[in-house]
């Protein structure tokens, strides 16, 4: 047996019987309805999409991030994917986007035969570095594609200032950021289209699923035609045509019931959710006070355009080598923290695919220095202590 889940017990974290780190750095956390939603998806005789529990979660989502119209997808990456066919992203056109990022922030674009154009960091908010992206726009250019990288949301005011100046799209990739705001609102309501993730490890979860957010009014009609393989199946089954067609190019973007009666149940908890993971993430900010105040980590910048919901805590090393030697350290004592992004434009795809816009500093310099602290709704007081008390002890504190 591979996990247990009592279904009475609720605020519960999959057990596995794979083998993990002692303390390993993501368990999906469960909780408590998703057993019962399912069997009552099971009940409803519904399992393929778009049923009751993706339109509870469609509602959820158009209330909880302010916006328009909610697609569920099977991922995050599918959400990239339906963007860029309703962005219509034609063969040659450049799309924006930092190089620190998930791989398919730009393979979503690649897929429509465009061109990532990589755009540096800022080094306070790991962020796509907003004074860049004018200066990277050609006459090719159709979109921006502002990844909020940790939960921290990108300067969206100028963002979108630019992206109206020059006709362009703005797709955010709001993986990390679910539940964290900007200026007061849930980031993913400013640009035309949003990305999520609800991959296990992101905040909330549902194995492998994910969601499109729609602002533009005027793109709802194409969006529901391309989430349906790119027919006009919503208005056959409202009874407004008497045939049921391939109107253009689509895909089968909408994950099934069981997946949507999962993903609710973790809606639900939204912000226990998200509490337990600020609570973690301060208590890793407060530890770590001290070293950074002896020079010997960087803690993330506290940026005061929004609150963050604890998606990702990090810390910033010295050089690549202190880096991995902490790494090394950690991972001796069985406690799972990681680094991620390889950059894309030094990556083998980023290179055949896309273009570097400049040399990129910063994004080379954090991704040698960056190390991620295990983060998880059940991770107890005690773990985050001792993490703490390790890393002070790796330098002799
Ligand atoms: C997780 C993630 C994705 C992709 O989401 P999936 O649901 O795993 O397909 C895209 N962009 C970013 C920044 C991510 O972190």
């Given at each position: 047996m591979a996990v247990q889940i009592e279904k009475t017990s609720s605020k519960k974290v999959l057990n596995s019987a794979v083998p993990q780190?002692?303390?390993?750095?993501?368990?999906p956390y469960v909780a408590g309805k998703e057993l019962e939603y399912i069997e009552q998806a099971i009940a409803n005789s519904q399992l393929?999409?778009?049923?009751?529990?993706?339109?509870?979660?469609?509602?959820?989502?158009?209330?909880?991030?302010?916006?328009?119209?909610?697609?569920?997808?099977?991922?995050?990456?599918?959400?990239?994917?339906?963007?860029?066919?309703?962005?219509d992203i034609q063969p040659g056109d450049e799309v924006i986007m930092p190089s620190f990022t998930f791989v398919t922030t730009a393979s979503a674009f690649v897929l429509r035969s465009a061109i990532p154009i990589f755009v540096d960091i800022r080094p306070d908010t790991l962020n796509i570095d907003e004074q860049l992206?004018?200066?990277?726009?050609?006459?090719?250019?159709?979109?921006?594609?502002?990844?909020?990288?940790?939960?921290?949301?990108?300067d969206m005011e100028k963002i979108c200032q630019i992206a109206e100046q020059h006709k362009l799209v703005v797709i955010e990739d709001a993986a990390h950021a679910?539940?964290?705001?900007?200026?007061?609102?849930?980031?993913?309501?400013?640009?035309?289209?949003?990305?999520?993730?609800f991959h296990e490890t992101k905040n909330i979860i549902a194995g492998e699923a994910g969601a499109l957010l729609l602002n533009d009014e005027s793109m709802?009609?194409?969006?529901?035609?391309?989430?349906?393989?790119?027919?006009?199946?919503?208005?056959?089954?409202?009874?407004?045509?008497?045939?049921?067609?391939?109107?253009?190019?689509?895909?089968?973007?909408?994950p099934s019931e069981l997946t949507a009666a999962f993903l609710f149940a973790q809606m639900e908890e939204a912000d226990f959710i998200t509490n337990r993971r600020v609570q973690i993430w301060e208590l890793y900010h407060k530890?770590?006070?001290?070293?950074?105040?002896?020079?010997?980590?960087?803690?993330?910048?506290?940026?005061?355009?929004?609150?963050?919901?604890?998606h990702i805590y990090y810390l910033l090393l010295e050089n690549n080598q202190v880096r991995n030697e902490l790494l090394k350290f950690l991972n001796d004592r069985d406690i799972k923290a990681v680094f991620h992004y390889i950059p894309l434009h030094t990556a083998p795809a980023g290179q055949r695919y896309g273009k570097a816009f400049g040399d990129l500093p910063h994004t080379i310099d954090i991704s040698g220095r960056l190390l991620r602290m295990p983060l998880w709704v059940g991770l107890e007081d005690e773990s985050v202590a001792?993490?703490?008390?390790?890393?002070?002890q790796f330098f002799g504190k």
């Open positions: 780190s002692r303390i390993p750095y993501n368990k393929s999409g778009n049923g009751n529990y993706t339109e509870k979660c469609h509602k959820w989502l158009e209330d909880n991030v302010e916006v328009k119209k909610a697609f569920l997808t099977h991922s995050g990456t599918a959400a990239l994917e339906m963007a860029s066919l309703i962005a992206i004018a200066k990277a726009i050609t006459s090719k250019t159709k979109a921006i594609v502002p990844v909020h990288y940790a939960g921290v949301s990108c679910l539940k964290a705001t900007y200026k007061k609102r849930p980031v993913g309501c400013m640009g035309s289209m949003s990305a999520l993730s709802i009609r194409r969006a529901e035609i391309i989430w349906e393989k790119g027919t006009n199946r919503k208005e056959f089954h409202l009874g407004l045509t008497d045939k049921y067609t391939w109107q253009e190019l689509g895909s089968s973007f909408p530890g770590f006070e001290q070293l950074e105040m002896q020079n010997l980590v960087q803690r993330p910048v506290q940026w005061s355009e929004g609150e963050r919901n604890g001792e993490i703490i008390a390790l890393v002070k």
